[in-house]
């Protein structure tokens, strides 16, 4: 199988969840849901930035469709001159289910601080270390709900993206599977007494 379908796989199987969290920071909750869609999968793994070898007329859902069927292949993707500004996202990305059900440190971020030294505008971060590499998730709130997205996911060990950040404190975790409605807690800080 393609390394880019083997990743759309991966994706795909993320579809049918949702992680809900519950984040305290000097006694104010706050509360969000992490869901994903088809549209997601290309911005996360980096291919809008490939201009030069993708129809940028394509919708994103699309787009995820022929990455699954193998239609957009890993050799076509890295033949574009920008694939290098993909970084390890692509090499990294089937760690992100891993990312998201670790219980690890949650950032709110500040994008001015944020500015300094990435583009990225979001509105929470993730910081997992995972064998030694640091994985950074980045989540913002769609823009037609509440719920919020992956927006980007990256390995970096250089640029610490948690400077100048509020860090949370992780109350509650619970994984959802939407299709059979049975749902993990995977962190429960809240029933403790």
Known sequence: MDKLQQRAFLFKRLLDYEYKIILGRKGKKTEFVITFEKSDFPHIIGLHK??????GNISTEKL???CLKGKVSYDLISQSEFFPKLGNRFEYFDKLETMLDSNDIIFKCNNKNMAAFSKIIADFELKNIYEELIFYLFIEKRN??????????????KIDYTYGQTK????YKEKINKVTGKSQIQYNRLSRK
């Open 50 to 55: 490939l201009t030069d070898v993708l129809n």
């Open 64 to 66: 995820f469709d022929q």
């Open 144 to 157: 037609y709900s509440d719920k919020q997205y992956c927006k980007s996911f990256i390995q970096e060990n």
């Open 168 to 171: 949370m404190t992780l109350l």
